[in-house]
């Protein structure tokens, strides 16, 4: 079924959007939240569990104090203020993903208050989002619903659940309500996961890889009619998997809500699924009362009372943000506010920087992530920090061309192995024999094998006919899929024809 | 009946350290005691005979390659509380829920008993998930009175008091939420002891309520109670709320105390802790057994902490609320009971199956009491208001103990009832840990220690002593001392008195 939408002109005309974002990420822990289990993506279903991340009857948390400094870390990158004294508490409902029936989490006592994160705007102008809150807390495993359509629940005949990612550490950053947007609500939605995203890579806490889930975005919209200051009933679209869903979620609620509500209905207080492939989102099961969470102090774990000490410490170890490495780029690199502002929209900065700093030059970092990596994203409709492959790897890619051992073509190629999750560069130029081959023992071989072949033009060689060398020079190139080095399969033909 | 099950656990100790008799001999003669007489007491609900001899075995041949003993208790036979998980054996909880449930791991006090050569002989029965007063709620059937088989042996831990005051273990493990270690040592005429709150880990003790509940020795003496709790006591990073400090000194005040002197103690009574609702018989034997603290020489004082008048209604809100949500893990999904998947139900109405079919009747009592207290609107009204109490009794206790060095009281306020008497009435059956719950808000020492037999009905009545947090050595020292008076003044200790229950079986 689709609902009625209204033009998003008329909705700006008629009503005010107000957003409230709620991003949950994954942190990048050696270990999970509260036990000793490696905290790693995409291993074996249930090979990442022990008794505590089980729930098993008995088993006991353990906080995870690099989780505490990263969460501390993110509060004071968004400019929060760090509680004095925070603890957890039990979020319990039952769901067959959550071993314990509760969710280990923080919820009127969070470690971090009150921040704010400056976002830029595709015209260069700045919006500021004041930041509720940043709280810690356990992730779910994961339900496979076999047997339905599209892996849902509804219609499935069984269910099969993965724990490997219960007990991972996730930190939710919760915004204040963002109001004043207007027409660029969308915009500023997107902008702002975009710069928590880029925030929390430049600290190093999380992978922030939406599509795989490390960063998971829920959309509360609702509208008020213009002029108005009481919020309108909110709708919570979850299941927005990439920047770009997170702008058309928004602008795909505010139509509909604006329709419901021009059309005298009244918005239902629910969440709702973003559809990736039609860019509309649906209601989910509607609850007939709000949830009751009966969250109470979690007492298996002891508050957290961060000292000042530890507090100006971990401010110490905050690293360049993004802001401040943009404005550093500008100077060093010789932008112009035009090219920045493209690098910035592109998400390539701080992949270029990054880049920079694994030790690649300036130049060729740039040309790498704006030309063909660009490139890739398009045909694979995925952000640039999105692509499976890190600046070190690219830095590692241009330290191989500089080295001679590839060609800018062979170097397109190992880049190609290392987004389809090939390996590293270097493991993919030895798995596929990419290297540029100046090995004169494999070379020679290759010659003798060629003017062997072709006896009548090595006569014609022996003749004086040195031009005749280049057919066998090709022979040679083609034998060897094009990594020989030309001029050296040259000079070793002369050679061993007048031997 | 041997004699070999007779004696102390220091003593047995002893004759295995020097070898004058084996582990193997000492662990057989308890197995054979189980054997005759758990027919009648039910105080096991799994044994594990052949795993019981080979550690002990091990024990012997260590003691005869001339290796110290791995502990004061190595070669001791001991049950443990079927609430700590064990990887040999199956962990229950006195639940249909868990029934045949093989834990994959040892919880902390289980391994601490295995490293220290102690000989673990099988798991006691207990009520459902530690919550009674009786052992009657057990989904395995109750365990009986040593003392008299038609009454109860208190709980939840009766399983473990029963099984030493019949001699069947000189040892036990049992676990304190509001008195389950101390109300049945009391009526069973046991020494049972609640260390600090985070003195024993609960890594591996299944929870009830995670702030209240506390693993505790149960034993026939003093001294050996305190050998137990040196095995099982200190520090363990894998329970956050355990106590980062040495185990307070008790086997050294236990020997102290035993010289009989407490010059110089100051003992309190709490005066909330008496008149209507005690069994007179209860109440003469403690005031005997005060009489004899002053005669030892401590200064006895009457101390009043009024909000121990608000720590049972308190607690029947913080315990159940935790223990809601501790059980929700109860679902069928992972492991234990499963009920109703037929293949055409939700996994939903799997769980709600699953729950209705695997838990007693006590046990959902106080899941709803739970859930409802810390409903949203009503929060603050239950669980907001019993954690303020409980503060209140934090406060009263620390004004007293500026007073005075140990507070005492009765350990319950009647002997033990009739199976079957308050199974209806769960009120009259809470009131059972009126005195012991306190100690449990307030997270201090306190333990029961036998105080005679009421002269009403002839069963053992006990002496509650409590201590400050991380003073349990002086509950010891006071305990012990009373110990050596009573022994000698009522012509030796009282579990010695228990019935010959080889010839009541038969
Ligand atoms: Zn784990």
Redesign the pocket.
């Known amino acids: 079924m689709t609902a009625a939408l209204m033009d998003y002109d008329e909705v700006l005309e008629r009503f005010d959007p107000v957003l409230g974002l709620e991003v949950h990420v994954e942190l990048s822990t050696a270990t ?1 939240m ?4 490696a905290n790693v993506f995409g291993t074996p279903p249930n090979t ?7 729930g098993l009857p008995g088993a006991l948390p353990v906080l995870n104090g690099v989780a505490v400094e990263s969460a501390m870390r993110i509060g004071l990158a968004l400019n929060c203020s760090i509680a004095p004294w925070c603890r957890f508490a039990r979020k319990n409902y039952f769901y067959p993903d959550m071993p314990k029936n509760f969710q280990t989490s923080q919820y009127d006592e969070p470690i971090a208050v009150n921040g704010s994160l400056a976002v830029e705007l595709s015209d260069g102008s700045v919006f500021t989002v004041a930041i509720e809150r940043a709280h810690m807390e356990e992730d779910t495993g994961k339900s496979l619903h076999v047997g339905g359509a599209d892996g849902r629940i509804h219609g499935a005949s069984h269910s099969l659940l993965d724990y490997n990612r219960a ?1 991972v550490p996730l930190i939710e950053v919760v915004t204040k309500p963002i109001e004043g947007a207007g027409a660029r609500a969308p915009e500023i939605a997107r902008a702002y996961v975009t710069a928590l995203r880029d925030l929390l890579r430049a600290l190093g806490v999380s992978d922030v890889r939406m599509d795989q889930g490390s960063m998971r975005c829920d959309a509360n919209v609702s509208l008020m009619p213009r002029g108005s200051s009481t919020f309108g009933t909110r709708t919570e679209t979850k299941n927005v998997n990439s920047l770009r869903s997170v702008e058309r979620a928004v602008r795909y609620e505010m139509c509909r809500q604006g329709a419901v509500l021009a059309s005298g209905g009244r918005i239902v207080q629910e969440t709702r699924h973003f559809d990736e492939a039609g860019g509309t989102t649906s209601a989910g099961r509607r609850k007939e009362t709000s949830e009751d969470y009966r969250y109470f102090p979690e007492p298996d774990l002891v508050p957290i009372a961060p000292s000042d000490a530890w507090v100006q410490r971990l401010r110490a170890t905050l690293p360049e943000l993004p802001w401040q490495r943009r404005a550093r780029a500008k100077t060093e690199w010789g932008l112009s506010d035009l090219e920045l502002r493209d690098l910035v929209n592109a998400g390539a900065l701080d992949l270029i920087a990054a880049t920079v700093d694994a030790g690649a030059p300036a130049a060729e970092a740039r040309s790498w992530w704006v030309s063909y990596l660009s490139q890739q994203t398009n045909s694979r409709g995925v952000e640039l920090a999105d692509l499976p492959i890190t600046p070190a790897q690219v830095a590692r890619v241009i330290a191989l061309v500089a080295e001679g051992a590839l060609t800018n073509n062979l170097a397109r190629q190992v880049v190609d192995g290392v987004l389809a999750k090939e390996g590293e560069p270097d493991e993919v130029v030895a798995a596929h024999g990419l290297a540029v081959v100046s090995d004169d023992a494999a070379l020679t071989a290759a010659v003798e094998q060629a003017l062997a072949a072709a006896p009548d033009i090595a006569d014609k060689i022996r003749g004086g006919k040195l031009a005749a060398a280049g057919a066998i020079v090709g022979a040679v190139m083609k034998a060897t899929g094009g990594q020989a080095n030309a001029q050296r399969v040259r000079e070793l033909v002369l050679a061993l024809v007048s031997a | 009946m041997t004699r070999l099950t007779r004696w102390s656990a220091a003593e047995l100790a002893a004759r295995i350290h020097a070898q004058d008799i084996t582990a193997v001999e000492v662990t057989r003669a308890h197995l054979d005691r189980i054997t005759a007489v758990d027919p009648a007491l039910h105080a096991f609900l799994h044994l594990d005979a052949p795993a019981a001899l080979a550690a002990a075995a091990a024990v012997d041949d260590g003691l005869r390659r001339g290796d110290p003993p791995a502990s004061p208790l190595a070669g001791v036979p001991l049950a443990i509380k079927d609430v700590f998980t064990t990887i040999d054996m199956p962990t229950t909880c006195g639940s249909r829920t868990l029934q045949g449930w093989r834990p994959p791991y040892d919880a902390t006090v289980t391994r601490k008993l295995r490293a220290a050569g102690v000989v673990i002989v099988g798991k006691t029965n207990m009520d459902e998930f530690a919550m009674g007063s009786s052992t009657e709620n057990s989904a395995y059937g109750p365990t009986r009175n040593p003392w008299d088989l038609d009454r109860v042996p208190g709980g939840s831990g009766g399983g473990s008091a029963a099984a030493v005051a019949a001699f069947e273990v000189p040892l036990a493990v049992g676990t304190d939420t509001g008195g389950s270690i101390r109300q049945p040592s009391a009526v069973t005429g046991t020494v049972g002891v609640k260390p600090t709150y985070g003195g024993v880990s609960r890594y591996g003790l299944v929870a009830f309520s995670s702030s209240l509940d506390q693993g505790g020795p149960v034993a026939r003496t003093v001294l050996d109670a305190a050998l137990l709790h040196e095995v099982i006591g200190g520090y363990d990073p894998l329970d956050s709320t355990s106590i980062d400090a040495p185990v307070p000194p008790v086997v050294q005040a236990a020997r102290a105390g035993a010289a009989g002197d407490l010059t110089g103690i100051r003992v309190g009574v709490v005066s909330q802790f008496g008149g209507d609702g005690y069994q007179p018989g209860v109440l003469n034997a403690f005031e005997v057994a005060v009489s004899r603290l002053r005669e030892l020489g401590a200064q006895v004082v009457e101390v009043s902490c009024p909000s121990f008048d608000h720590a049972l209604p308190a607690y029947y809100l913080i315990a159940p609320s935790e223990c809601s949500s501790n059980l929700a893990r109860f679902d069928g999904m992972r492991y234990g009971l499963r009920v109703g998947d037929d293949g055409n139900r939700s996994a939903e109405e799997v769980m709600a199956l699953t729950r209705e079919a695997g838990f007693g009747p006590e046990v959902k009592r106080r899941i709803m009491l739970g859930t409802y207290a810390l409903s949203a609107g009503y929060y603050d009204a239950y669980y907001g208001q019993a954690q303020k109490v409980r503060t209140l009794i934090i406060r009263d206790f620390a004004a007293a103990f500026e007073r005075v060095d140990v507070l005492v009281s009765p350990t319950t306020p009647t002997t033990a009832f009739r199976i079957g008497e308050r199974v209806d009435d769960p009120l009259a059956m809470y009131l059972s840990d009126l005195c012991t719950i306190p100690a449990n808000l307030a997270g201090n020492a306190a333990l029961s220690v036998p105080a005679g037999l009421s002269d009403d009905d002839g069963l053992p009545v006990g002496l509650q002593v409590m201590a400050p947090a991380l003073a349990d050595d002086r509950a010891y020292r006071v305990a012990a001392a009373y110990e050596v008076a009573r022994d000698g003044a009522e012509g030796g200790p009282l579990a010695q008195r228990v019935p010959d229950l080889e010839v009541v079986g038969r």
């Not at chain 1, 990442?48 to 089980?54: A, F, N, S």
């Open positions: 999970k509260f036990c000793g289990c990442q569990v022990c008794p505590t991340c089980l007990g």
